[in-house]
């Protein structure tokens, strides 16, 4: 369809201000030799023009409501409508954040609730909620783990272990704090190789980063074993927490040794992450750590909540305000929606969906790992006649109303799809599941060209990402 | 347990426990050692019903006070945002969306963002504006952090006159990396040439220059600009953008990565966030550039379509050596700039400009005879800072009593400044609200 | 002219003019006579902007005075209304349509009707629903012309139970037609059995019973009934849809018109519209049924799809001929209903029902220990009539100012009832609330 | 798709409610006999099944957002989205109609504004709000037209006269007020029979119904000397305001000699009809009619507006409450956004936009009358070639995206397709579309199975409209 800028026609108007009575004030010389020269290239629409263009771009698009979104690691629960209803109450949409806390006794009071409650899911002491992101959380982290070893004088520790099966952000953050990632293989089970790990332990390492469950959704049941040694050895332990949807109520990253960790609150909390953001990606350490927290942190008093500024340690601030509060907002609700008990069946659902989907795809497709998965697990799209590659299934999948899971990912399994149904959806919608991804194999046998040939309901077929990576077009 | 977000019932659970093959839930955590298993339930308030969340939400955001009328801007500013921008970014499809990684599925996002790109590189006057980040201060870091590789030098110059936080925040992301962070003094409230022009070395890599500045005054950018280019080092613009319904895209005046804060665009205060993170680079930071790019090319039928490109930069790809660790941006926001923008249109952004820049003219005039000079005798835009005889913070709870935030008490930065608040006026004011504001400083102030 | 709901350009009308082959607007209207155009602007206030719009709609609605906490029922009812009632009801797709005319265009409306259908004949306990009409009371006014026609009789039985709009519409319906309306007078707050029973004749078309009555009273349902029919009149009923989660349907008690108002079922008061016209009839008023309705049916290809049915009965087919006049209805709002019950399920439904029983006892005992005791010592639903010692109207004053509306001041449909006051509770308050409401009661009473 | 019946799992739910300390109430005898035996077949689904059970069927469903509708006289306009956002301040949502009326002087002054734009536009002297739709507004003036002629003691006068092309709510609302429609013919020009008029007038007629522009769009140029002669005649002159969008601001009912009307609040002043309603159709009445207007009406002392209910001549109450007061706030904030000027631009446009897709569909087909029209006009699909419809020709374009025009109405023009294409639709739009229709001319002539066969890419095929009515299936 046409790009809104072709639509444009001169003399078209969606906007009104009111008429002033302000009197117009002369140009300053100062914005006279830097008014723009020229009209900016901007689409002239009427208001109807500009909502039919982003309703049609609506249907082009598959969120969580059009159907089941299986995207592995990426957890795409339902996200519930109450909490955007919550966001949009005037008191916290019109806030300001350069408000006099007195002021916003109500959003801190959320903030207040919210660290509260992912200590107690986490097993952790203190939280910042400033990281906009999962990888801006990691970075955070990061940072936190440089102050703490400079604090010490440790100021060599540099170096910072990545499983190989670790999600990319975890080196790229690692080396935008100024580490060296330093890679950890994975063993034939799927876990990280604990004596090659141990083997890399030693006083230049500043940390370890595992996310636990691991992103081939297999519980690292060394991990006491693993704490011990990185903490004997001088390092810290980080948990990504992308994976915590599986363990709510069942683990706690603060009890398996790990000393700080960040959270998605748009994986785990329901947030909508609305075709790539936001999200919120908050920073939980224990006690030791908690000096070295962003600026400012949550403090009370008689009078209330305030942010407290008095932070000499601190490793300073990461995002402009005090992170992204509508997303917090929502996962507050969502916690609240559940309770404890409710949290735990969310994480107890969410691993039960996973391993009866393995359970019950397994006897068609090849699943690398034999023991039961947490919340997601990967298969294998290998050996399948005609040359028939994961992301032929996936394209396929698309025409049955579903959006593909993710596929090539993790990096260690080859022709790997990994699936994430998470705790929203029911027996009937994976029952369906399976039935099409066994449909799907019949098909790679007889009619492979369609899958080659997939998607076919789709308002474009397959497109070319290397024609858009060489001559890149980025704008109109 | 049976949850409206638990669409499992017990009877489907126990099926598929058989299904599996085993007897009881407990048996698929077999790989979680028992010793490290919560032994109690995770120590939260119960489970709430939708109508107890309603309630409670709305008593708590009535334990934030919202003043009748507020003056306060200092990088959040509260413009009038259009029916349209929330109707169509509630859209379903749009925001419970992930990241489009499959594009046959995601034209909707992913065109919306070509557009959002479009909109960007056309007022920073760039060619390559990417699909957003986190907020403006995270994006200014990561220009910086460009700038710095590009040059492979190892200064940064930031003039006081930027906005404490975007200081601080370039401050954390370069703490202990080597890299010499330069505060130029401007206690003039602007970036003056000469000291620009001394300061600058050949190990500079980028100079900063945010315009409208920290003041809301005009900076003279275009010799800023000319002077940092000419050491060598990157110019980067910093923006409010809808001062660019007024003011020249810095990337026609030079600067060679224009990073800014999108909330003015369509977004609502909410205390700080979710908020956008705008860049847009010249060609030579193409392949640097942080984050998602959305980019036209042509399906199998060669129909134009649009397709995250050069992933290459990007962390899930190149592991440690990405340009940047960024993966989540702010999508929905930016979705939400882009149909502002779209109902904007030139001539809008041209008026709310103007009219933002009307209003803070009158403003400033009405205060300076009600008896509150400005602070600086410079060119503003939309914000300024007057002098106050009482302390700011004083006049603030004040006037808060009568249901008016006059501004930001200054004193918060520079103690030296605690009799001065910034006060910022946009196109949602009349001329009446402007007097009763004038009136009821007269009579507290 | 430009403005925002007007696409056309001036240089498009221009253009258009010219291809039309005229050479200003003027000439279209030739056939216009030129005595009758208007020679002067309509008298109305100069266009507002969307911002003026949003600000002084806003200080409109900040004249109504919204208690804290209401008891106020008397035919409009205050219930949670779930989050995904309006997120799924504001789709465009849904709100922007008209009349479903076009089916193979409409199967999201159509389907969506067909539920509600199944719905309401399900809740009613009769086989034929239609599709909405205006609401409860217009509702009453068309069962009753069915009843009529079908009976060829002449004469209307209205107990003195039924709330007062209710007769008034009816009244209003069957002004100069010739039917005889009888208000059966009940002082002690129901119909009694041996007073309807000595007031059927050969000549009554229907009887109508509102179920829980005006005052919230229970009548006596089934008897009412059997006494209708037996007379060879047509037993209407008329209910809030909500107490059915309790109550048994009224078409399996021998109902054969029942009808409704269907506010109650995720529709917000909105001072009184737009509401829900509920209505579900016998088999053998399947052709008489004002209003649209909705069957299955199969397309070309053998699928099951959905079309307005039996349109032989409607105006733009039968025009004088039609089984009425209606048209419009109130499609949106039975989407909101059939949204609202998919949530509630049986046994929400049943959940809700019983709330509201429970709440309302409560408080009736609570008042009672407060002085207030029942005005009628009948059994009620979810409201009741008290009694006073001050005036209602009084009452209701002073309770409004700590933020209370008590209820309803019977006295302006009775003056004998102006110390009586109706109050209603339904499962939004919690026993804290009640608790309060005792406590100012029982301080200004 | 199936229903949502069908999708039903026992043991889900959406719900809840809070746990309450209120003690459970002993049902009382009266209830317990009463009690409903057996559970309600309602669907149990978790909030994930019920939210893609409605996206999914809003994606079957085509609105004005979703692309041009030009439904002849539904006048499908664009609904702008700021006037839901005003609907659902709370202020406005949570009044209730039975407050006092002093609890209420936001939602009077809301009512009492819009009587005054409505007099304004229409020139009449009193309007009221009550009827819930046009249809319910023709009836509550029939009633008013009885009324006023018993109250002169003329309760003889039980004939209406109805133009044969006028809506079908005409005649069946006369009926149902117990008038007897006498149908008038139309000339060769598509006007009413001037000459047969004036025959069939005698002092039984109580009122002619009239709508002007009729339903051919045509303008009843004959207008005044009509109404002299109904009035002459002792009968009164009803407007159906239909097509009011052809003429605010260039004439006005009052003007013409009408006596009373009503308009459509959903089609004249774009407030959402919702897949058949709600709507609203305020009636407007000359002074001597206001007597008998419904009670309660505004009245305004020093203390606010009040309904006034001591109307000794009202017909009575035609609603429950005051009329869809959530449909009417919306008219004023229409009426307010545009203005005076505005509104007599949105009829400017409205008529030109339709004489221009005549002038350019003339070629074409059939355009059976020769005069200008106003804002909608009516083409004939007759002598196409292959016996080609005119319901051949809306399926059709259905294919093409687009809602069909008004099919065989109004009766008097054989296989009428009539157009209204409103004036929130531009150039670009009309002119796609004239292209569109002149395409499928083509394939009426060359692939006529094209057209008999459409439309091919909705969720079903052509529905078999008379199977549905043989044996009626209403519910699941």
Known sequence: MSLIFEKSVPGKTAWTLPSSDVPAAPLDTAVEKQLRQGTPRMPELAEIDIVRHYTELSRRNHGVDSGFYPLGSCTMKYNPKINEDIAEIPGFQWAHPMSPDSFCQGSLRVLYELEQAFCAITGMDYFTLQPAAGAHGELTAMFIIKAYHRQRGDSHRLKVLVPTSAHGTNPASAAMAGFEPIPVQCNAQGLVDYDQLVSLLDDHVAALMLTNPNTLGLFEKEISAIANRVHQAGGLLYYDGANLNAIMGIVRPGDMGFDLMHLNAHKTFATPHGGGGPGAGPVGVKEYLQPFLPAPVLGESAAGLFWDWDRPQAIGKVVGFHGNFGVLLKALAYIKALGGPGLQQVSQDAILNANYLRARLQSSYSVPYSQFCMHEFVISATNLPNHIRALDIAKRLIDFGYHPPTVYFPLIVAEALMIEPTETEDQATLDQFVQTLQQILIEAEQHPELLTSAPHHTPVSRVDETRAARSPKLHW | ?445
């Open chain 2, 1 to 445: 347990m049976n949850h409206p977000y638990l669409p499992l019932t017990d009877g489907q659970r126990r099926a598929m426990l058989d299904t599996i093959g085993v007897s009881d839930f407990a048996e698929l955590l077999a790989e979680v050692p028992e010793e490290l298993r919560l032994k109690k339930p995770l120590d939260l308030p119960a489970s709430q019903s939708e109508l107890e969340l309603s309630t409670g939400f709305h008593q708590l955001a009535e334990m934030n006070v919202l003043p009748e009328l507020s003056f306060l801007g200092a990088g959040a500013y509260q413009h009038y945002i259009p029916a349209v921008v929330n109707h169509l970014a509630k859209r379903s499809e749009f925001y419970t969306a992930y990241t489009p990684y499959q594009p046959e599925l995601s034209q909707g996002m992913l065109q919306a963002i070509f557009e959002f790109q479009s909109y960007i590189s056309e007022l920073f006057g760039l060619p390559v504006a990417n699909a957003s980040l986190y907020d403006g201060p995270t994006a200014l870091a990561e220009a910086v952090l460009m700038a710095l590789k590009e040059t492979r030098r190892n200064q940064v110059l930031l003039p006081e006159t930027l906005h404490p936080s975007l200081i601080e925040v370039v401050r954390t992301y370069l703490r202990d990396s080597g890299v010499e962070i330069i505060i130029l003094p401007c206690p003039a409230g602007v970036q003056e040439i000469e000291h620009l022009a001394k300061s600058l070395s050949e190990e500079c890599a980028a100079v900063v220059i945010q315009n409208p500045n920290r003041y809301g005054i005009l900076e003279d950018l275009s010799r800023l600009i000319e002077l940092t280019r000419q050491a060598g080092a990157v110019p980067i613009s910093y923006v409010q953008p809808l001062t660019l319904g007024l003011l020249e895209a810095p990337g026609r005046l030079g600067a060679e990565i224009v990073v800014g804060e999108g909330q003015p665009l369509g977004l609502p205060l909410s205390y700080g966030g979710p908020y956008l993170g705008l860049m847009a680079v010249s060609e030579r930071f193409m392949r640097r550039i942080p984050g998602r790019l959305v980019g036209e090319t042509l399906d199998r039928d060669g129909r134009i379509s649009y397709v995250l490109t050069l992933q290459a930069r990007e962390q899930h790809i190149r592991r440690e050596k990405a340009t940047s660790n960024i993966c989540s941006n702010q999508a929905l926001c930016a979705l939400r700039a882009a149909i502002y923008l779209g109902v904007l249109g030139p001539k809008g952004l041209h008026q709310v400009a103007q009219r933002c820049y009307d209003n803070a003219h009158y403003l400033a005039a009405e205060l300076n005879k009600a008896g509150f000079p400005l602070r600086f005798e410079q060119p503003f835009f939309m914000e300024f800072a007057i002098h106050t005889s009482r302390p700011a913070a004083d006049l603030i709870h004040s006037l808060a009593a009568r249901g008016i935030m006059p501004g930001l008490d200054l004193g918060r930065f520079d103690p030296a400044l605690d009799h001065s608040l910034l006060v910022c006026a946009t196109e949602i004011f009349s001329k009446t609200q402007l007097d009763r504001f004038c009136t009821e400083m007269r009579d507290l102030g």
